[in-house]
């Protein structure tokens, strides 16, 4: 396969709620889409998910656009593709930047599917000999909230539509003990606990007490990321699961983890691993170590939805995903299917490759964007 054509448009999406993390208030969701087209005519999408500022994230909208632009297409506007993963080996010697990778990359497997003729579910089931599922169970990632009340009453919504489970996110570490109180009110429901990184050992006393709470399924990522060793030593002092979300951007990074003892389950999201193909290699690693792993979410529009929603169908995750209905993230979406909560479960496209289509809008608007490839020798 040869990509004659890639281009990106940069779209703001805008939260109907503010998301509060330990990294502040979201309230609107840059994202961009990017269009690939082969040699054979067909189209294929991806979205990077980067977000506005390097703080969940090392790479930021605007330095992964430069990295696509500058380092990703002339890598590939020279090459002739034979699967997805040829895009990992052509991209092998460029370091980090993984949602810039990603994004090209999901665009490159929404071709892949397609041209097979298949989903990108059952594309992705293919590579793991594995039968994917028609419909994922799914959780919701709650924002914090000043006020207790106010978090119960979400919480009591959040059970009613039927989520699977919720996780709760923290500011800091004061917002432990309110939390701590949530999951005891709530005792029939499963919950999360992800602090982004704003814990530390001071708070080891209370940690080991929320991990005597019995629907409290694991605690993500309490410290920095990169410091796995401060999570081993966590790790060894609490019967509490520790997952990692933004610790692990490579198969080696889980395997460091896994050699330190840090955690007890990953977070899986394509894009901050650099797309499926290392996505899939963690996973077939996960099985192998008995490491439990889930599908994680980063806001995503429908485009990076439809594509983690493939990813989740494979039938090896422990945990309801991290995948939510859009009702609850946007006022409008990118594309024209809506994803909707059924009996705590969200079914997965069916349709060739991704599944989805983009709205009107914005295919208008990416073909009419500048076609970033140059192919000489045609
Ligand atoms: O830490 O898992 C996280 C959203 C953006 C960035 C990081 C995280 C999250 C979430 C929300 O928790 C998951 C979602 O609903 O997309
Ligand atoms: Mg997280």
Redesign the pocket.
Known sequence: MKVVRLAFLPVKLILKHPFATSHGATTTRWVTIIEVVDQTGYRGYGELEAFDEPT?LPESQITARWVIQSQIVPRLQTADLKCPQDFVELMADLQGNQTAKAAVEMAIWDLFAQHQQMSLAQYLGQFMSLKPQNKIAVGI?LGAQADLKVQQQIITRALAKGYQRI?L?LRNSQELSQAAELIRQFPQANFML?A?SCLSFQQLTQLQNLAELPNLLLLEQPFEPTDLVSHAQLQQHLKLDLCL?ENIFSLVDVKTAVALGSCRAI?LKASRVGGFTTALRIVNYCLQQQLKIWC?????GGIGRAASLALASLPVFNYPS?L?ASDRYYQADLINEDFILENGQIKVPTQLGLGVSLKPIYLKKIKQQPNLICRNEE
Not at 296 to 300: C, F, N, P
């Open positions: 969940y990632s996780k996110k992800d982004n979300d977070n994680g979410g980063m806001l995503e991290d939510s």
